[in-house]
């Protein structure tokens, strides 16, 4: 069973062509899940470069780096509280529907979950690409 939401749908499709499975549109027990949250830790829609010639600012850089750090202490509170950490929080997350994947999906993790980053990227400037993923120690 995979449990996601409905932005993640069309990664879902995509990721596993051949493969028949039923999706839950919400949570529900099940023996074997895959949780997929689909956002961005930064997503700043209103400072997105199309042209793709500016750097990525500072803050959207700092922003980012900060909330790993938060991820590998596995200081969930911290997370939960971003729009108390100041003016890079407030432009990397103006709206908090793409941050709100990340603490659901983390709210998952168990101490013994092995923690890795797929992608760590910034994409237009102002969109973190950054990955999180959790997985059992013998799945590693």
């Known amino acids: 069973f995979l449990i996601t939401q409905h932005k993640s749908w ?34 700043n829609l209103g400072m997105v470069d199309f042209s793709g010639t500016h750097p990525t600012p500072a803050w959207a850089l700092d922003f980012d780096l900060f909330i790993k750090e938060l991820i590998d202490k596995k200081d969930h509170g ?5 729009d108390h950490m100041g003016k890079s ?3 990397s997350v103006p709206t908090p529907e793409h941050y709100w994947p990340l603490l659901y999906t983390l ?9 890795s980053y797929p992608v760590e990227a910034m994409d237009l400037a102002s969109i ?5 993923q959790l997985t ?4 590693s």
Do not use: T
């Open 10 to 43: 069309n990664l879902l499709k995509e990721a596993w062509r051949e493969m028949v499975f039923p999706v839950i549109m919400g949570i529900q027990f099940c023996l074997a899940i895959v949780l997929l949250g689909s956002g961005n830790i930064v997503h």
């Open 78 to 82: 911290a997370l939960a509280n971003y």
């Open 89 to 91: 929080a407030f432009l």
């Open 107 to 115: 709210a998952v993790q168990r101490p013994d979950d092995v923690l």
């Open 128 to 132: 973190s690409m950054r990955c999180v």
């Open 136 to 139: 059992e120690p013998s799945a």
